[in-house]
């Protein structure tokens, strides 16, 4: 298989955002207008140069709506990933190609959430969902609720009791983690954890969520607020304001009987295989090295999910995530700085496309927790992914 | 124990109904493709094998092991109560499904479990599928 032609003739040309909080009191539509002028404004652009839009699901912000309050004149090119956060990443692989392709020429991603005030908090025991998934990859959820398996929370500690039994991973180990992403958190003004680091002691005093794996710090923090991402040619970002971030190589990658958070019916629970088969898309089939890698941005909604990745993304061996945390290497002077902002559990939930803003800040030179001549960051989810480039 | 709510009731699709059919008349069952035999759960409408649309229900042995557990804390629904015993068995014929268990004190779960099914009330006046563990004397003749 040769190189995607795609790879590198996209690039990041503006990031946005608004402030993260746990009640944002607007709407995620006006949320989502705010951080997208306020992208475009950092890459040099108007509303009127776009002319694609791209989502991924369990967005709550209407297409039309969005056009109608930004004055976007003439979107041609739409679409929405499927697998909520897990297709996260995906809106680089659909920008990118839309550009590469000639469909669109700048195209604009963004997410807007209030998962902490919304009409129902994203974390929250819920008990009727639809029997579709309104196509979050969820689908399994109607399997779960019978017996009080209520919550992403619960889905997912299925899974990570079995990653811990196979390979005798223990809470201790998730929680390095979790100090370490509240170390970069207490350093970022954006970030929840702002100000507030945390010790190994209080992880493990934190109450229980789901024994034995996910005690309450080793939790995302449902947040509200707004990202937004613009995308364009190379070539063009070239002549914009801000230094353009290329779009490497990006893929989706989900295997038969796959699912987001409800992921049961693999054979092997203990291993993220769907990561597994995107790494071998990324590094194999756009000749990346995992070496080339400066800093990665990996989905963390909770913190086993985060070792897992390391494990299926190559950057260690099965099993040996908990050592190479333990060994320093998420740190910025470590082999693979990690959630640089302090992830989505220490700097905030907005669905993990604030992991591209932060990867897309290294790139520039202007992250609060800066990697040294960063040159090349991995950006993950679950099922979705990109290397972006300077 | 009296509780004011029942656990929630199945959500029954047309692809689901004869898992849940059945669960309704205490059998536990799996579809099986009529052409190339494969057993498959969760229900769809075609077998991912061989395409096929034709498919048999069959009944389980009800037997397995606990591939999985989480003891769950935090949020609580009146429903149900804490911590609940979440499990995924490994059913004897090659079948995984989400379910609890019952009649074993939480600390006491554990991974390789062997456990076999038993049915219990839900709203609306359903029954689901739970597991109770398999007695030594039980489990040692099997």
Known sequence: ?390 | MFRRVQRPAPIVTEDSAAFWDAADEGRLVAQRCAACGRLRHPPRPMCPECNSLEVEVVELSGRGVVYSYALLHHPQHPAFEYPVPAVLVDLDEGIRIVSNVVGVEPGDIRIGLPVHVEFVPTDGEHQVPVFRPVDADESAAR
């Open chain 1, 1 to 390: 298989m040769s190189s995607p032609a795609f790879g590198g003739i996209a690039a990041i040309a503006g990031i946005g955002q608004t402030e993260f909080s746990r009640r944002a009191g607007r709407s995620e539509l006006q949320l989502a207008c705010e951080s997208i002028t306020a992208a475009l404004t950092d890459a040099g652009l108007r509303p009127a140069d776009v002319d694609g839009l791209v989502s991924y699901t369990v967005d709550p912000v209407e297409e039309t709506e969005l056009v109608r309050s930004v004055g976007f004149p003439e979107i041609v090119y739409s679409s929405r990933i499927p697998y909520g956060g897990g297709g996260s990443m995906g809106v680089l692989l659909h920008a990118a190609s839309a550009i590469a392709s000639g469909a669109a020429d700048v195209v604009v991603a963004y997410r807007a959430i209030r998962a902490r005030s919304g009409a129902s908090r994203f974390g929250s025991a819920k008990t009727s969902p639809s029997p579709t998934s309104a196509h979050s990859g969820t689908t399994a959820m109607q399997w779960c609720t019978p017996f009080g398996v209520l919550t992403p929370a619960s889905w997912m500690a299925l899974n990570s009791t079995r990653y811990m039994h196979e390979f005798g991973v223990t809470s201790e180990d998730f929680g390095r983690a979790v100090v370490q992403l509240r170390a970069y958190a207490a350093t970022n003004p954006n970030a929840w954890g702002y100000e507030r680091p945390i010790t190994l002691e209080e992880h493990q005093e934190s109450r229980w969520i789901a024994e034995p794996c996910i005690h309450l710090l080793d939790c995302c923090q449902e947040t509200d607020g707004s990202v937004a991402v613009v995308i364009t040619s190379a070539e063009r970002a070239a002549d914009l304001t801000a230094t353009p971030v290329r779009i490497a190589a990006a893929s989706g990658a989900g295997l038969f009987e796959q699912e987001i958070a409800t992921d049961h019916y693999r054979p092997d629970l203990s291993v993220m295989d769907g990561s597994v088969a995107l790494a071998a898309r990324l590094f194999d089939r756009f000749e990346i090295s995992r070496d080339d890698i400066d800093a990665a941005m990996i989905y963390d909604a909770f913190s086993p999910i985060l070792l897992m990745q390391l494990e299926a993304l190559g950057f260690c061996a099965p099993g040996e995530a908990k050592d190479f945390i333990a060994d320093g290497n998420l740190a910025l002077d470590g082999a693979l700085p990690c959630n640089t902002n302090g992830g989505l559990i220490g700097e905030g939930y907005i669905h993990g496309l604030n992991l591209v803003v932060e990867a897309t800040r290294q790139l520039r030179g202007t992250a609060v927790n800066q990697v040294r001549d960063a040159r090349a960051v991995l950006v993950t989810a679950s099922r979705t992914g990109a290397v972006l480039a300077t």
